[in-house]
């Protein structure tokens, strides 16, 4: 270790010999820098896998799935907001859960898939609405023109909510 190195550093010091001295302190050094690194490296699979399952990452997904969608890119959208959507169910946020759902009927509206919209749209509200949240009302009302797109009246269905997750992130039960 380091005190190892510097008795030899000492040793080499005593019969003056720069060129062994610089040899010997290269070596340490190099070995120091593997150590370091691999503590590194290993600190950031630490951290890497403590983000991933983070609100914070989840929430910058999210965005990024709204900016996609904004930008009239569905695909990146939809998968960017499908992995928010795993993170949420996984750490039991039920809000991020709705808010992903209510993205990912929008997106869905924004391919022409009116029915696939209207299962998520319609999970989104029931998770609103358990939740006791204000958006309900929003996510209703794209619920409404999905619907209609779809064909199919006003009606106060019930929707799995778990199953409509599942098949959202592709877990189908």
């Given amino acids: 270790g380091v005190a190892d190195s510097i008795e030899k550093a000492a040793g080499l010091i005593k019969s003056r010999n720069a060129g062994q001295i610089l040899t010997a302190l290269g070596k340490d050094v190099a070995q120091g820098m593997g150590e370091v690194r691999d503590v590194a490296v290993e ?4 951290l890497a896998d403590r983000a991933r399952d983070s609100g914070g990452l989840a929430a910058l997904l999210q965005s990024l799935s709204t900016v996609a969608a904004d930008r009239n890119l569905p695909a990146a959208a939809e998968a960017s907001c499908k992995e928010a959507l795993a ?6 946020d039920r809000d991020g859960v709705a808010r992903s759902l209510h993205q990912l009927g929008n997106i869905a509206v924004a391919q022409g898939d009116a029915g696939r919209a209207v299962s998520l749209l319609g999970a989104a509200h029931q998770l609103y609405i358990e939740i006791g949240s204000s958006e309900s009302i929003k996510v209703r009302a794209d619920l409404e023109e999905a619907r209609s797109a779809h064909g199919e009246a006003h009606r106060g269905s019930s929707f799995g909510v778990e199953q409509v997750i599942a098949d959202a992130i592709g877990r189908g039960r």
């Fill in 87 to 92: 993170i949420y169910e996984r750490l039991g």
């Fill in 43 to 46: 600190q950031g699979k630490e």
